[in-house]
């Protein structure tokens, strides 16, 4: 399975990144991710960051950033961690 940490396309700068599970589409870096991320937020073909693994999705779940939010949405972390068999 391919992941990969995205924004959605309101995303401010310091707006946590959400992370959605990437198809057959292939990594869409100039917008247009199709679907939701793993949290249920509609992605509003926002674009992807980067591919991802689960270890790295944990941890940027669990560090924060300058406005205090987690750079990684925690219930996509969450899922994540849950669809890998990461979790623990
Ligand atoms: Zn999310």
Redesign the pocket.
Known sequence: MRLSLCETVTAGPLA????RVVGPEGLKLGGGAPGA?????DLAKGWDLREINAQEIHRLSQSINDAGRPW??????D?ALALTGAGG
């Open positions: 946590s990144n959400h992370v991320a793993l949290c249920g937020r990684v949405c925690r219930p996509c972390a899922a």
